[in-house]
């Protein structure tokens, strides 16, 4: 009579699963080898999480060998976006977490496991179900939402668990002469699976990353096929990661809760369970609460965010490395030269609660990942920003291509590396006063610090230009403005100012933060002498009679 039923609710499918277990053949992997799975849903947005958690699987893979592969979960026609596909790729690219199989393009894929996008899936989603129809373990609902909703209100009245099990499950005991009977009068459906689980009895699991779990065995009849034919995540979960031969589920911890009903569903449909491994949320805290970082509430819960923001992709990895392996901190710091994917990542070495997210600590990661690369590398990447988000700078970049490269060449080596630059956004602050096209359009306050005298500024800087000489090596050249500060009553060196201050009317400093700040009108800059070599002497004198007017 089940097998009537099946046909009676499946008609259209006609292969047997069978077929599809010959064609998905279990894959050939070495001793260790194991396969994983991102699997978003295309609604276009990249949250920073999933970035994390497919991250994770990426290395997995690489630390043990063998298959990562895309699937795109597309059942749910509600949330899908148009291009939502191009979006995730172009996160994975930027990111270098490439996929071994699955999506390459909206409409391409690669691999021997597909299609890897769960609407191109039906039928292979239907002939499971069928099978199990077949055997009794699943059945058509033709409950509205109505009636659940009633369901529900009689369920609170009695104080009982709320949901569709057991002898609330209303259409579980239907005779197939009334599903006859509601079909051919149009009524619409469902499929349910008659899930054989006791709320009384244990299932004990063990998570990679959360340990020994123990729940209730799931007894609620879940949908398993919705009325357009499409599965539910979890039945095509089971089938999907069955078929595609996953070994290892590394996902968000939201799906906890669900393992018992994954549980049952891959052993009703015979399968061998895989191995759960669930990432703890990148939580944030906020007024001393911790919450899960929101797509809706935090701009930095998107992917895209930091691509806006100028951090660079290696500062983000960085980070997230951070907070998936306490110990990459010390590591990085007694590494700085190694790439990251030497570091020796263990998952079960993650917090089985949510790490916290903070930017300050990103910025500070990023800060020294950019302080790592060359100026070449700061000058490449800051352009390729720029180009999208500072067009005025990006100009700049490009026509002073070697200009530019030497300034960010300034005090990129040596014992104290300057890091003053945490996203590329920062680079039109760091830029900007040395470029004249920007300077000379620009009114500023020159705030010289402690000597205030108009005439004794002007008197400085008409004395400096004159002794100026760009081919002076350092010491001469910081000699000189020590000579023509001493000449103008200011002691010579720091030291001797603070032993006697009354015999002088400052110190070198003094002099020098004059010179700064007629130069580039911050009182903070890289290395002065090289400022003053970079810009020539032609610019200086410009610059000086900027500041006098
Ligand atoms: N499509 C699911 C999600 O985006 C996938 C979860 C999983 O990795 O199984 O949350």
């Given at each position: 009579m089940y097998k009537e039923l099946a046909d009676l609710l499946l008609p259209e499918v006609k292969k047997d699963v069978s077929y599809y277990e010959e064609l998905y053949k279990p894959r050939d992997l070495k001793e260790g080898e194991v396969v994983t799975r991102f699997a978003p849903s295309p609604t276009g947005f990249v949250h920073l999480g999933s970035l994390y958690v497919t991250m994770i699987n990426r290395i997995f893979t690489n630390t043990n060998g063998g298959v990562f592969f895309l699937r795109i979960e597309d059942t749910d026609k509600k949330r899908e976006v148009e291009n939502g596909i191009e979006g995730i790729l172009e996160a994975l690219k930027d990111y270098n977490i490439l996929p071994d199989e699955g999506a390459i393009n909206e409409s391409e894929e690669k691999g021997e496991y597909g299609p890897y996008k769960q609407s191109d899936r039906k039928e292979i989603y239907q002939t499971y179900v069928k099978y199990l129809i077949e055997q009794g373990k699943a059945y058509p609902c033709f409950c509205h939402e109505e009636d659940l909703e009633k369901l529900r209100e009689e369920q609170e009245k009695l104080k009982v668990r709320t949901g569709y099990y057991r002898s609330f499950a209303k259409c579980r005991n239907l005779s197939i002469e009334e599903i006859k009977q509601k079909i051919q009068s149009g009524e619409k459906y469902i499929i349910r699976l008659k899930s054989p689980g006791d709320y009384d009895r244990k299932i004990k699991i063990k998570d990679g990353i959360k340990g020994e779990l123990e729940f209730p065995e799931n007894d609620q009849d879940v949908v398993i096929l919705k009325s357009d034919g499409l599965p539910t995540y979890h039945f095509a979960h089971a089938i999907d990661d069955h078929l595609m031969r996953t070994t290892h589920v590394i996902r968000g911890d939201e799906w906890v809760s669900s393992i018992p009903l994954h549980v049952q569903l891959f052993t009703m449909l015979g399968f061998k369970v895989p191995k759960y491994i669930h990432v703890a949320p990148i939580m944030k805290e906020e007024e001393g609460n911790k919450r899960k970082l929101s797509k809706r509430k935090d701009p930095e819960a998107a992917v895209s965010y930091y691509t806006q923001q100028g951090i660079p992709v290696q500062a983000v990895k960085e980070y997230l490395y951070n907070l998936a392996n306490s110990n990459f901190e010390q590591w990085r710091r007694d590494n700085q030269d190694k790439d990251i994917s030497e570091f020796e990542f263990k998952i079960n070495k993650m917090s089985a609660s949510g790490a916290l997210f903070d930017h300050v600590k990103l910025l500070d990661v990023s800060k020294n990942v950019i302080a790592r690369m060359s100026a070449e590398e700061v000058y490449q990447l800051g352009l390729e920003w720029a180009k999208k988000y500072d067009n005025e700078l990006a100009t700049l970049m490009d026509e002073y291509k070697d200009y530019t490269i030497n300034l960010l060449n300034i005090e990129r080596t040596g014992k104290k590396v300057r890091k003053d630059i945490a996203k590329w956004s920062d680079l039109r602050d760091v830029?900007?006063?040395?470029?004249d096209e920007i300077f000379f359009n620009k009114d500023f306050e020159y705030v010289y610090q402690n000597i205030t005298d108009k005439d004794e500024i002007a008197n400085i800087l008409k004395q400096y230009i004159e002794i100026y000489d760009v081919n002076d090596d350092k010491d001469t050249w910081f000699n000189k403005i020590k000579e023509l500060a001493e000449s103008l009553g200011y002691a010579r060196e720091v030291k001797e100012y603070k032993a006697n201050p009354e015999q002088y009317k400052g110190h070198v400093g003094d002099v020098s933060m004059v010179i700064r700040v007629a130069l580039t009108s911050k009182q903070m800059t890289p290395d002065l002498y090289e400022l003053l070599k970079n810009l020539g002497k032609e610019k200086i004198q410009r610059r000086f009679e900027k500041a006098l007017k």
């Open positions: 830029l900007e006063y040395m470029y």
